[in-house]
């Protein structure tokens, strides 16, 4: 099965503060999809990598696939209040329609 | 923004009950989930539907569960006799490609949290 290891499992950064999240894989990775989770609420899609060295970003938020495609990291920069929130890897294993997702890395912004 | 909506938000339920978990997807999404996560665990798949049949279940979606898409817009997740270890936090999601294609992320919605006592 696809294994997938978040570090680190939370964090309490300082508001503006940069911050890395990391997502592991034990085996190559086809798909890799972020998302974050507001605390008892549904997972919101932030961004899909595929491609060894990928690289996304949106608004604050940079996503990366390294390229042997086992790793993928996910920045913030300038931290918000807003960003607090479970953040969840989820890899897709290219031989069926379904994602497993990581344990999560739960932040916390501190004003 | 379209949305996925489900119902109900809360169910509370005694042990060897039926129960019925709704989902309406995004209208124009042809691909359908359910995932589960009990507190303080991880997402967990649970079954992906394609073309009214089920293209994908876990372990975890025994002959105690059921899918469903009685009509064009539901999508329902039925739990038959329930028990104490089937609490959790039920998430429906929708996608309009299958996984790995451009518009293949998953949408979720907000979920359905079923206690059982």
């Known amino acids: 099965s696809q294994e997938l290891e978040q570090s680190p499992q939370s964090l309490i950064v300082q508001e503006g503060k940069n911050l890395t999240i990391n997502c592991t894989s034990s085996k190559t990775l086809y798909g890799l999809y972020w998302y974050k989770q507001k605390y008892g609420e549904g997972l919101i899609f932030l961004m899909m990598?595929?491609?060894?060295?990928e690289e996304k970003s949106h608004e604050k938020i940079t996503a990366k696939l390294d390229e042997k495609k086992q790793q993928s990291s996910l920045h913030i920069t300038a931290s918000q209040p807003s960003h607090a929130g479970i953040y969840l890897c989820g890899a897709d294993k290219n031989a069926g329609n379904m994602l497993t997702f990581g344990g999560g890395t739960r932040l916390m912004v501190k004003p | 923004e379209p949305e996925v909506t489900q119902t109900p938000s809360h169910q509370v339920t005694q042990m060897g009950q039926e129960v019925i978990l709704r989902c309406v997807p995004i209208?124009?999404?042809?691909?359908f989930y359910w995932y589960r996560q009990i507190l303080g665990q991880k997402v967990e798949f649970l079954v992906s539907f394609y073309n009214n049949e089920i293209s994908e279940k876990s372990e975890i979606f025994d002959d105690q569960f059921s899918v469903e898409r009685p009509d064009g817009s539901n999508f329902t997740l039925k739990i038959r006799s329930t028990k104490l270890e089937d609490s959790a936090m039920y998430f429906c999601?929708?996608?309009?490609?299958?996984?790995?294609?451009?518009?293949?992320?998953?949408?979720f919605g907000e979920g359905s949290r079923l206690t059982v006592l």
């Open positions: 999601a929708s996608s309009e490609a299958p996984l790995g294609l451009a518009t293949g992320e998953l949408f």
């Open positions: 209208s124009n999404h042809l691909y």
């Open positions: 990598l595929q491609k060894g060295g």
